[in-house]
């Protein structure tokens, strides 16, 4: 089984930057699209970002559009969060996942992280 693990979260003040990394074991990434996630305390689970198998494809929440940018390496099994000009309402734990399939933000992905701390404040 799919196997992802998320890491780089932390705590950093409004403007700052963070970059997330989600790594596979065991299976290779290249066939997945990669998705982002994040959920604030007392918020719904929100779509950040997606980056197709190939990398040719990528889609962003409104709300990160311009400041966020996701990439992958796929020689590392690794797909990249890099966040910029970081909020307050940026707190929230970041989650990776994975599909077979486009990369939507909206639909269902299969495998999923357990999970990085993010938190802008300062």
């Known amino acids: 089984q799919l196997q992802l693990v998320e890491s780089g979260g932390g705590l950093v003040q409004p403007g700052g930057s963070l970059r997330l990394s989600c790594a596979a074991s065991?299976?290779?990434?290249?066939?997945?699209?990669i998705g982002w996630f994040r959920q604030a305390p007392g918020k719904e689970r929100e779509g950040v970002s997606c980056i197709s198998s190939n990398g040719g494809s990528t889609n962003y929440a409104e709300s990160v559009k311009g400041r966020f940018t996701i990439s992958r390496d796929n020689a590392k099994n690794t797909v990249y969060l890099q966040m910029n000009s970081l909020k307050p309402e940026d707190t929230a734990v970041y989650y990776c996942?994975?599909?077979?399939?486009?990369?939507?933000?909206?639909?269902?992905?299969?495998?999923w992280g357990q999970g990085t701390q993010v938190t802008v404040s300062s």
């Open positions: 065991k299976f290779s990434l290249d066939y997945y699209t």
């Open positions: 996942a994975a599909r077979r399939g486009l990369c939507v933000l909206f639909a269902s992905y299969d495998y």
